[in-house]
């Protein structure tokens, strides 16, 4: 299994639908997880961490899996501007954050 | 002004030609990173440095060099560009080790021909 990989897309969705990504990870000593949101030929920029206990942020939800080795992002009632790439983030082998591993980011365009 | 600053932010070169791209930050992190980007192939890391004259290879080093002069500025190097360097290139900073967010640069877009 590669170190982190991601569904790449597009996820398609109308206004107002609620959808979620996966990512999976090989590592399981990983501690700490994070998506990272990107706009089309912008810099990422952290959207949220991921926590054993989930995370939630208005609109949007991250879930940790620890047994499966999946880390999840929920967003509800999806607005335009949610359109964007999304990539999920994992320490590398050896647990340090030194050097974060990047997916190759799942991409959302929410139609009108 | 960005927190993060790159230059420049487009360049057109040919190939054989020596680049530099210069990245420089006002957030006093220590560490600091370059990264491409190509389509399908997401961020790969390409140096990394934790502090002034530390210098760290990452997953595709090859055909680069970097120097950290001083804290703020980490600078990529390609000593003889050739076409399939053209990428977006990032560079990012982060304080410290236990925290997983990076502030990135805008990007800075290389094209050799």
């Known amino acids: 299994r590669k170190e982190v990989e991601q569904d790449p897309g597009p996820f398609n969705v109308p206004e107002g639908a609620t959808v979620a990504f996966n990512c999976t990870y090989s590592?399981?000593?990983?501690?700490?997880f994070f998506w990272y949101r990107q706009d089309c030929r912008k810099e990422p920029k952290l959207l949220m961490s991921?926590?054993?206990s989930g995370n939630e942020d208005g609109r949007f939800t991250a879930q940790l899996n620890r047994a499966s080795q999946y880390i999840s992002l929920l967003i509800r009632d999806s607005k335009l501007s949610d359109s964007a790439t999304y990539l999920c983030v994992v320490p590398p082998y050896g647990g340090s954050q030194g050097n974060l591993i990047f997916g190759k980011g799942t991409k959302l365009s929410v139609k009108p | 002004d960005a927190d993060v600053t790159q230059t420049p932010r487009n360049r057109i070169t040919k190939t054989g030609k020596r680049i530099m791209l210069e990245c420089s930050q006002t957030?006093?992190?220590?560490?600091m990173y370059w990264y491409r980007q190509d389509p399908g192939l997401g961020l790969r890391l390409i140096y990394y440095s934790f502090d002034v004259k530390d210098i760290n290879k990452g997953e595709i080093s090859d055909g680069y060099s970097v120097s950290r002069q001083a804290q703020a500025k980490f600078s990529l190097s390609l000593e003889s560009a050739i076409p399939n360097q053209t990428a977006l290139y990032f560079c990012?900073?982060?304080?410290?080790?236990?925290?997983?967010?990076?502030?990135f640069g805008e990007g800075s877009r290389l094209t050799v021909l």
């Open positions: 957030k006093g992190h220590d560490r």
């Open positions: 590592n399981s000593a990983s501690q700490s």
């Open positions: 990012a900073t982060k304080r410290g080790q236990n925290t997983g967010e990076l502030f």
């Open positions: 991921v926590y054993s």
